[in-house]
């Protein structure tokens, strides 16, 4: 599509926030929302990431999408209230992240949950029957004990998962990966910390992640707006504010309860304090 406005938008930042639990919705809308800053020809896109991380192929493609307008386009990241996990891997597809002196960061890392309900089940009577293919095929099943056998392959699947974390934050900001391993364990840190580590460049809040980023491109600092991009919001949302407030309480619990579910036994890269 070709935007016939696209000039002014080249004195303009381009602003995508990325808040909660990263999976597929948070994919979506932000793949389609750096289409639109490549398209509209912004110089810059500050990225204001306020999250604990998500699934691990999601985090990736957006990760993906925003090296790649890399070329185009200068990045800065700003690391709000939290950015870990899966939050600090698409931190990595910035050129330059600034993070608040007490953002909560790092928890780099891998993480894979199921559930074990097999004493409950025997306690009310239920058992199951099942049919498979392979000895493995009913892997972290809820209603038996892990083998060891099946241990060992997930324990190797976190193994290579947790190796392409480590090596994307290693090219990402220039370190050893035996550097990164260092602080790579899951443990979280403070964005000053990150500072000392190499993970972020400078501490600030997101308005001086906006000059900074307005000075990258050579815009005006005290003059250049930020345009940001988000997804329209239901009708009933705009007109009544009381209901924007209640729908967004309940809709972030019903949230969060659907990710846990549909995220079950799956790898994540997620902060889970």
């Given at each position: 599509?070709?935007?016939?406005?696209?000039p002014r938008?080249r004195?303009?930042?381009?602003?995508i926030?990325?808040?909660?639990?990263i999976?597929?919705a948070?994919r979506k809308r932000?793949?389609?929302?750096?289409?639109?800053?490549e398209?509209?020809?912004?110089?810059?896109?500050?990225?204001r990431?306020d999250?604990p991380?998500?699934?691990?192929?999601?985090?990736?493609?957006?990760?993906s999408?925003l090296?790649?307008l890399q070329k185009?386009?200068?990045?800065?990241a700003?690391f709000?209230?939290?950015?870990?996990s899966?939050?600090?891997?698409?931190?990595?597809?910035?050129?330059?992240?600034?993070?608040?002196?007490?953002?909560?960061?790092?928890?780099?890392?891998?993480i894979?949950?199921g559930?074990?309900?097999?004493r409950?089940?025997?306690?009310?009577g239920?058992?199951f029957?099942?049919?498979?293919s392979?000895?493995?095929?009913?892997?972290?099943s809820?209603?038996r004990?892990l083998?060891?056998?099946?241990?060992?392959?997930?324990?190797q699947?976190?193994?290579?998962?947790?190796q392409?974390f480590v090596?994307?934050?290693a090219?990402?900001?220039?370190?050893?990966?035996?550097?990164?391993?260092?602080f790579a364990?899951?443990?979280?840190?403070?964005?000053?910390?990150a500072?000392?580590?190499?993970?972020?460049d400078?501490?600030g809040?997101?308005?001086?992640a906006?000059?900074?980023?307005?000075e990258l491109?050579g815009?005006?600092p005290?003059?250049?707006p930020?345009?940001t991009?988000?997804e329209?919001?239901p009708?009933?949302?705009?007109v009544?504010?009381g209901?924007r407030?209640?729908?967004?309480r309940?809709g972030?619990g019903?949230?969060?309860?659907?990710?846990?579910i549909?995220?079950?036994?799956?790898p994540?890269?997620?902060?889970?304090?």
């Amino acid at each position: 599509m070709v935007w016939p406005f696209s000039p002014r938008f080249r004195k303009q930042i381009a602003r995508i926030e990325i808040t909660g639990a990263i999976a597929s919705a948070t994919r979506k809308r932000v793949l389609e929302a750096l289409k639109t800053v490549e398209e509209k020809k912004f110089p810059a896109l500050l990225l204001r990431i306020d999250s604990p991380g998500g699934t691990v192929g999601d985090s990736q493609e957006i990760y993906s999408a925003l090296r790649r307008l890399q070329k185009k386009t200068k990045i800065v990241a700003s690391f709000g209230n939290i950015s870990a996990s899966g939050g600090v891997y698409i931190g990595m597809g910035a050129e330059h992240i600034m993070a608040n002196p007490g953002t909560i960061t790092g928890s780099i890392g891998v993480i894979l949950r199921g559930n074990n309900l097999e004493r409950l089940l025997e306690k009310v009577g239920v058992s199951f029957k099942v049919i498979k293919s392979g000895p493995y095929k009913d892997i972290l099943s809820f209603d038996r004990e892990l083998t060891a056998a099946e241990e060992n392959i997930l324990q190797q699947l976190i193994d290579v998962s947790y190796q392409q974390f480590v090596q994307t934050v290693a090219e990402g900001r220039s370190l050893d990966v035996e550097t990164v391993k260092t602080f790579a364990d899951g443990r979280i840190f403070t964005g000053e910390q990150a500072l000392n580590l190499g993970v972020v460049d400078r501490l600030g809040t997101e308005e001086d992640a906006r000059r900074w980023t307005a000075e990258l491109v050579g815009l005006d600092p005290e003059k250049t707006p930020c345009y940001t991009l988000e997804e329209r919001k239901p009708l009933l949302s705009r007109v009544l504010p009381g209901s924007r407030l209640v729908n967004s309480r309940i809709g972030a619990g019903i949230d969060w309860l659907e990710f846990e579910i549909s995220t079950s036994g799956l790898p994540l890269w997620l902060y889970r304090p």
